[in-house]
């Protein structure tokens, strides 16, 4: 379980001359156990507010605070291990490594750890069997489906046992079955799995999983109503 | 914490772009064979002098001759006088170790001269004019077939063939050689591992001498009972100025004669370094352009957890499996190329061996270059900024 605080965070980026400010003094809580969805045109800084969360970048003012470590002080040689204990990411595309098999590629996270090749294979098995693709580990990632390498990349974020996945657009470039079984998948990480999820996307449907949403436009938060509520 | 990519990553990365890798490997497998075969060059070059010198052998030879033994000479006398005169020399059988000797570098013929044709070629060849006592002062010369010559014939170093630049079966026991208005049957094949004096031709002195009309010799070796123990010959040659002779103990002899060829070394040593720079920058370059192809993909391996040292530490895997592959394969080439092989150099020829030495200088070398080509590419993934890359097409 992990808690989510942004507290006044600004991110600035230099291109050439002019200077994009996607966040600005932008304050937010995250629950433990939220399945938040983070919605906004393109270019409003969804992906930014992720890459914060998962200590992939750091905030130019303000304090990201996950699970009670902030992340601003934390140095940069601690950034890495700090982001395989607490986040498994899942991307737009799965960004699976093409030269592994799907059952490699979901094992990646777990050599971060030291862990015996039979615990390995126990986590993978379990990771691979709860996105439904136990059957498909031997496979490398040109032979599945976009669905089904999604899925993959889903088993990897899980494998580790992060408390906190953040999904970056993750049904982006899938088909509305395909889309609805990544989608699926998460609500149930969120429900039986109390994993808090942060989830970036432009589709309504995907949207209307989460348990709280907000807009992002113009470098500031707006929350939007409850998923279900009219 | 383990936090090093699994290996099998960094192998199966090589199948991703096989011409690449292939390309790569036989850089780096012309880089070990060139570093082998520089070494191998190099250490025989310097064994050849080194060989030759003994700490208990000095050179006597004229003081005008400017340390050159061609252009030296020395009354024929003075090898008598000096065994007279230096209580130090080391006496074999009671047969005192001192060497009268004419060394010249002269035209060789093959074959007898009743077969001689009007378009036979002429072969620079060293000749040493000696007598049975040069056997007491070159102890590394051991006859390997035939027996010493007497008047009339030669015996040959095993390296002279090369030296020459004949066929080895030229030079084999019973052939003719013509020198010097002189002609000589070979009856001996000698060896003297790692000296120049394996690429010479020996000749009876007295014979020499009649042929070239001389009435000296070019120098005398002379062979004391302790090591360094000069100073009795010193003495003489002071003393007998009427001589003008000088002492040069062997060792000494030779080292300079390394010295004169320290500029070839050098040379060589370059031209590996260059071809090596060559092979490391087409490297570099084949390792940034994998680092530029997975961008995306070693972003999201840090998104996952792993450090940009870890990617670096398995894109040098990367780098080091293709240079050992590379490599191995240079070192089996290199030991194709140089078996058996020699040069030529100057009035004398060496062999070419890749040993243990040299075998680590083109392994280790080829290694240390496929790390060192790593490095542009590894400052890259340490400055990879991680969600740009991810955005990276």
Known sequence: MISIALDGVTKRYTKGEHVLTPLENVSLEIASGDFFVLLGPSGSGKTTLLNLLAAIDRPDAGRVIVGGTDLAKLPSGRLASWRSEHVGYVFQQANLVPVLTAYENVELPLWLFPMSRAERHRRVSLALEAVGLLERAAHLP???????????AIARAIVADPPLIVADEPTGNLDHESADGVLTLLSR?????????????????????????????????????????? | MARSLPLDYAVRNLARRPLRTVLSALASALVAALLVAASAFVRGLDSTFAGAARDDVAIVLSSVAQRDVLRSTVSAGAGSLIEADVPEILRVGGTPAVSSEIHSGTNV?????????????????????????A???????TLIEGRPGRTGEVIVGRLAARQMGVPEESLAVGKVLRFEGGEFTIVGRFAAPGTTIEAEIWAPLSELRGLTKRDDSSVVFVRVERPGEFA???????????LELVVIPSSLYYQELVAYFRPIRALAWIMAALIAGAAVFGGSNALNAAVQDRLRELASLCAVGYSTWALARSLAVEALLVAAAGGVAGLALAKVALHGGSIRIAMSAFRLDADAHSVLVGFGGVLLLGLFGTAPAVIRIRRISIATALKEP
Do not use: C, W, Y
């Open chain 1, 142 to 152: 040109r032979q599945l489906s976009g669905g089904q390498e999604q899925r993959v």
């Open chain 2, 135 to 141: 056997f007491l002062v070159h102890e590394a010369v």
């Open chain 2, 232 to 242: 009795g010959l010193e003495l003489f040659a002071l003393r007998r100025l009427d």
């Open chain 1, 189 to 230: 990480l969120n429900v039986e799995r109390g994993k808090t999820i942060v989830m970036v996307t432009h589709d309504p449907r995907a949207a209307a999983r989460g348990t709280r949403r907000m807009q992002l436009d113009k470098g500031q938060l707006l929350d939007l109503q409850p998923a279900g509520t009219p």
């Open chain 2, 109 to 133: 013929r093959l074959g007898p001269l009743s077969e001689a044709r009007a378009d036979e070629v002429a072969h620079p060849g060293f000749v040493r004019g000696v007598t049975d006592r």
